[in-house]
């Protein structure tokens, strides 16, 4: 088993940042993805953004620009999520996910942090 856990989530003001930290521990095998999404309530669960095994990343269009994702060089099992620019349309829980390649593919998922953004 895997466990994920997030902190640095909270109340901030628009225009405002935060920035969120997932740490994974427990059997890992190797890391394919570690990411971060959001799901407000009512709404779907959607991709903020990505890290994958080589390196590469990608972005929910709402986000780009305003949000950057990346891995702790000392511990390849932490991930960042840098928020600049937040709007009220960010306010959601934010979900840490990783895949983890075994034998098979098997994806993880973190409880969550509250991320409320004022007006």
């Known amino acids: 088993q895997v466990q994920l856990v997030e902190s640095g989530g909270g109340l901030v003001q628009t225009g405002g940042s935060l920035r969120l930290s997932c740490t994974a521990s427990g059997r890992i095998d190797r890391i394919n993805t570690m990411a971060w999404y959001r799901q407000a309530p009512g709404k779907q669960r959607e991709l903020v953004a990505a890290?994958?095994?080589?390196?590469?990343?990608?972005y929910g269009d709402s986000v780009k620009g305003r949000f950057l994702i990346s891995r702790d060089n000392n511990r390849k099992n932490t991930v960042y999520l840098q928020m600049n620019l937040l709007k009220p349309e960010d306010t959601a829980n934010y979900l840490c996910y990783l895949q983890n390649i075994a034998l098979t593919k098997t994806d993880y998922w973190g409880q969550g942090t509250q991320v409320t953004v004022s007006s």
């Open positions: 890290m994958h095994g080589g390196g590469d990343t990608n």
